[in-house]
């Protein structure tokens, strides 16, 4: 199933692409979920918008600390500090596809040449920014985005990006798009997922556990297992089905898979990652993440950035 078909605009919020920064030539765009809140039934409208100096270094400096993590190849810490919204909207294992596209086709990131416009937006989800910059990489210079959202606890994380392809490396980059055809879980491993959501839904914690890899028996105990099952049933409710299973993958040496997958709870739908490594004869589970939704809170006007702003002048009224 199609990820974009899987995912119910309850779901997740209403989201559409950041109109893309000034063109300095013919380019095509790589787009990495680049998303900004828009006045919709989901209430994330923005009420306040401003345009702050494209001297500001805040952002640079946040643009730079994510570029640096995935020229480290830690695509997936990148994915899991970034704010609930954007892993609502992008799985990670196709944010991981995007990055290593990017970097086959660009090469390392080198740094932030400019940066290019800030936009603000206060919404009743807290604060968003976008930011346009020209990025410097090994094998050119382009244009790029990034948008963030502030949480509840001040903290700025990651809700989108972008960078533009230069002409002269498009054909590298149909290259890198053709070589990531992810190969899909087997049965075993569906069949395994659809037990330990069975379970879940039973309060079967202690099992799940007991017939889990070892990696994952000594990184928790059964006790703490059982708390975190008991603090998504606190805040979603009790776990209701599976939806739908939205991509699966295995890796190169089949011994390692992962299954997203689309989770209803009497409260909430959410996204569910879970992994599992191949030991002897079975597949058996070693990672578990369900995505916990975060509220929507009225925006504080406290963390409004003190700095002045224009607001966008009115067009005059058609004669």
Do not use: C
């Amino acid at each position: 199933m199609n990820h974009d078909d899987a995912i119910p605009a309850a779901a997740a919020p209403t989201a559409t692409t950041v109109p893309a920064a000034p063109e300095r030539g013919p380019r095509r765009r790589l787009r990495i979920a680049v998303i900004v809140f828009v006045v919709a039934a989901a209430g994330l409208g923005a009420y306040l918008f401003f345009r702050e100096s494209s001297t500001s270094t805040e952002f640079r400096t946040k643009v730079e600390e994510v570029y640096d993590l995935l020229n480290k190849g830690k695509a997936e810490k990148v994915y899991e500090e970034a704010s609930f919204r954007f892993k609502q909207t992008l799985l990670v294992d196709k944010f991981v596809d995007m990055v290593d596209q990017m970097q086959k086709t660009l090469g390392e990131f080198k740094g932030v040449v400019d940066v290019i416009e800030v936009d603000r937006a206060a919404t009743v989800a807290g604060m968003t920014a976008r930011v346009q910059l020209e990025l410097e990489f090994e094998l050119a210079t382009t244009l790029g985005e990034m948008s963030f959202h502030r949480d509840r606890k001040g903290e700025w994380r990651l809700l989108g990006m972008s960078v533009q392809i230069p002409e002269d490396r498009k054909t590298a980059a149909d290259e890198a798009e053709r070589d990531y055809e992810r190969l899909k879980a087997p049965d075993e491993v569906i069949e395994q997922f659809n037990k330990i959501l069975d379970a879940v839904r039973e309060g079967k914690a202690a099992d799940i556990h007991q017939l889990a890899a070892p990696s994952f028996r000594e990184g928790r105990t059964v006790e703490s297992f059982q708390h975190l099952l008991d603090s998504h049933r606190s805040e979603m409710g009790n776990f209701i089905r599976v939806l739908a299973v939205i991509s699966s993958a295995q890796n190169a040496d089949k011994d390692r898979a992962r299954v997203h997958a689309l989770l209803q709870y009497e409260k909430a739908k959410t996204t569910g990652t879970f992994e599992f490594m191949h030991i002897g004869t079975e597949w058996k589970l070693y990672g578990f993440k369900v995505v916990v939704p975060e509220p929507l809170v009225p925006a504080d006007p406290s963390i409004l950035p003190a700095v002045p702003f224009t607001p966008e002048p009115t067009p005059p009224a058609p004669p």
